[in-house]
């Protein structure tokens, strides 16, 4: 066999690669930082109170409401694989965000939006400790959430 094929097999995978990566920004369900008329929330992410980093990233508080259905465990029996997920019925949603009250880091994932697409996100977060798990939904400049309790039996932030 000649290195030929080889070598374009692997010319293929890196545009492949390359092409996947210039399209993040175009998904429905790109993480906030990878669309290129937003800055990367560096500072929410630092911080480890959950007020301190809806601030950060939103610049006020939400209101809880019963349109952001938040799907998460009542035990998570490992912290290091919780899954959750958040569907809500509200219009012109423009970011879906959750947050780990007790975390090293509050903020545990951003999403944007994009306009027409079902406000709808699924993830797997780590937890260090039985704690609130919060939703954050802006819709139409206002903010909604939705909080629920998952007690965690083994930590998966190292504990």
Known sequence: ???????TRRLILQGAATVALLGLGNLPFAP???????????????LKNEADAIKALYGRAPEASDKVKLDAPEI????GVVPISVTTTLDKVTSIS????????????????????LPSIANRLKMAKTTNV????????????AT????????????
């Open 32 to 46: 906030a930082h990878a669309a290129a008329n937003d800055k990367y929330p560096e500072e929410a992410f630092k």
């Open 134 to 145: 919060t939703a954050i939904v802006e819709a139409d400049g206002k903010l909604y959430s």
């Open 148 to 159: 629920k309790e998952v007690k965690v039996t083994v930590g998966g932030c190292g504990g």
């Open 1 to 7: 066999m000649s290195p030929r094929p080889l070598a």
């Open 76 to 79: 998570a029996e490992n912290g």
């Open 98 to 117: 959750f947050f780990v009250a007790e975390n090293p880091s509050a903020l545990a994932a951003s999403y944007r939006i994009a306009d027409g697409t």
